[in-house]
């Protein structure tokens, strides 16, 4: 029985490669980062930076169990799933705690320090002040404050200030104590992910601490982002849109690394066999069906000829295949699937649902819509896949036109000029797709023939992908 959610791929942790369950060769690129990290014990910041749904969460766990099998301590620190915690260094500090056995000593000393600066003992007013105190405009911020106290209460505050100044540089050198205590002599790879997915002030606060507390010799900080989407978060933490996010993040991030694109026909090829198609599409029942021999086929190369080079993200093709794998369970065995058109339709509501809803409706004319699809097609086509392409859209257009030319709509002209013998004058729209060779208008015309096929209309195909029908057990 296939699974409808794309569950988490297993990492072995028994020291064999965790890369062995990886579809996509990313082994490769977790040996560079390895050999980065070795090379500089002394501490820094990492950023990997990939757009979300590509993968990069599965990446870091898989180096991260690569990194422990080399005898590197590393933590893992799932922000988003931590941003409940108002203060950060909290949580950063029940992380190391997984360290803790290595040396309980240093690591009550490191908790100490600690609590000298996480006293909330500031009024809002002189905290708000204190933390913008940069440049020529301290001194304003700090008297404006200083209004509503007592010479005596300001000069306690400040006493106290410097007393936390003094307590955060020795909770570093606690904290860089205590790593040389359990690094073993190589640095912490301290991993945090979905930083990106955090409400913009906890981001933002995460960055801060890991700058101004964390950040000391033998600790490497790996920060798992969609950088276009921190840098949203930055804006919107500070409330404007003229924030220069990028020069911002530059003075957290020391290395930016961006995993290169994986190999989506690989990866497809990993769906079609996750999400168990051949359990239906070439089941015996299925088998003893003659017309239905090329459907397997259909469901294997449609989608490489569609997403290979669509840009679509890692998580769109999951979804997009576990749409199409539930609606498949809609059709009966003894049903035609037409799986390239359900491959289709999964491209167009992807990449232009609007489109979809007009078709859905039957509200855009027949050369209207196929002028729509020539510009969707033709980008992908040439001499290797045109053939594909042709026979795709002819079947999508046959099965539209019924529904379409049913709908009060008999004085409009459809696709095929039934009174023409010449090949020439047959197709009555014009596309990009046809050729000299009359090419298209012969695919809509094999397509024609097979009465089976296009007597089933669009509106069919369409209430089974969109789940109005009951699904068959």
């Not at 590393?74 to 909290?90: G, K, M, P, R, S």
């Not at 190391?96 to 056995?101: D, G, S």
């Not at 306690?156 to 790593?179: H, P």
């Not at 002209?413 to 050729?435: A, M, P, Q, R, Y």
Request: with cysteine; aromatic share 10%; charged share 30%.
């Amino acid at each position: 029985m296939s699974s409808l959610k794309h569950n988490d791929i297993v990492i072995p942790e028994d020291g064999t490669d965790p890369f062995v369950n990886c579809k996509l060769d990313r082994k490769k690129y977790a040996d560079v980062l390895t050999d980065i990290v070795s090379g500089y014990a002394d501490g820094f910041v990492l950023a990997i930076n990939n757009p979300w749904g590509e993968g990069k969460t599965t990446f870091v766990k898989m180096w991260r169990q690569q990194l422990e099998n080399n005898d590197f301590k590393t933590l893992y620190f799932n922000a988003w799933e931590n941003d409940f915690q108002e203060e950060v260094i909290i949580a950063l500090l029940s992380e190391l705690e997984e360290l803790r056995e290595k040396s309980k000593k240093n690591f009550e000393s490191l908790l100490q320090k600690s609590a000298t600066f996480l006293k909330k003992v500031a009024p809002a007013a002189v905290k708000g002040a204190v933390g913008k105190a940069i440049g020529d405009e301290a001194v304003a911020e700090i008297a404006a404050a200083a209004l509503e106290f007592t010479a005596e209460e300001v000069e306690e505050q400040i006493q106290s200030f410097n007393e936390k100044k003094k307590g955060i540089k020795d909770f570093r050198t606690a904290l860089e104590n205590f790593v040389k205590k359990v690094d073993g002599g190589k640095p912490v790879v301290f991993i945090i992910d979905e930083l990106d997915r955090c409400r913009p002030s906890y981001a933002i606060q995460v960055l801060e601490q890991i700058k101004h507390l964390f950040s000391v010799s033998g600790i490497v900080f790996v920060l798992s982002i969609d950088k276009k989407q921190l840098g949203n978060a930055v804006r919107g933490a500070y409330g404007s849109d003229r924030i220069d996010a990028d020069e911002y993040l530059r003075r957290f991030i020391d290395l930016e690394y961006i995993i290169p694109k994986p190999n989506i026909q690989m990866f497809i090829e990993y769906l079609y066999d996750y999400y168990a198609f051949d359990d239906f599409i070439s089941s015996k029942k299925r088998s003893a069906y003659s017309n239905f021999n090329n459907d397997s086929d259909r469901l294997h190369t449609i989608p490489l000829l569609l997403f290979v080079n669509s840009g679509f993200s890692l998580r769109q093709l999951e979804k997009i295949f576990a749409r199409i794998r539930v609606t498949l369970k809609s059709f009966s065995e003894n049903q035609h699937v037409f799986p390239e058109i359900l491959v289709l339709i999964s491209y167009l509501e992807m990449i232009n649902p609007l489109l979809l809803d007009k078709i859905r409706n039957s509200e855009i004319s027949i050369q209207k819509l196929i002028n729509e699809l020539d510009d969707i097609v033709m980008p992908i086509s040439d001499s290797t896949n045109i053939r594909k392409i042709r026979i795709l859209v002819a079947g999508f257009m046959c099965k539209y036109a019924n529904v379409y030319m049913t709908k009060s709509r008999k004085n409009e002209e459809g696709l095929i000029n039934s009174e023409s013998v010449s090949l020439e004058n047959k197709l009555l729209v014009k596309t990009k797709l046809e050729d000299n060779e009359h090419h298209f208008t012969k695919a809509i015309l094999n397509n024609q023939n097979h009465g089976e096929r296009v007597d089933l209309d669009l509106n069919f195909i369409l209430k089974k992908y969109d789940l109005t029908e009951r699904i068959v057990n």
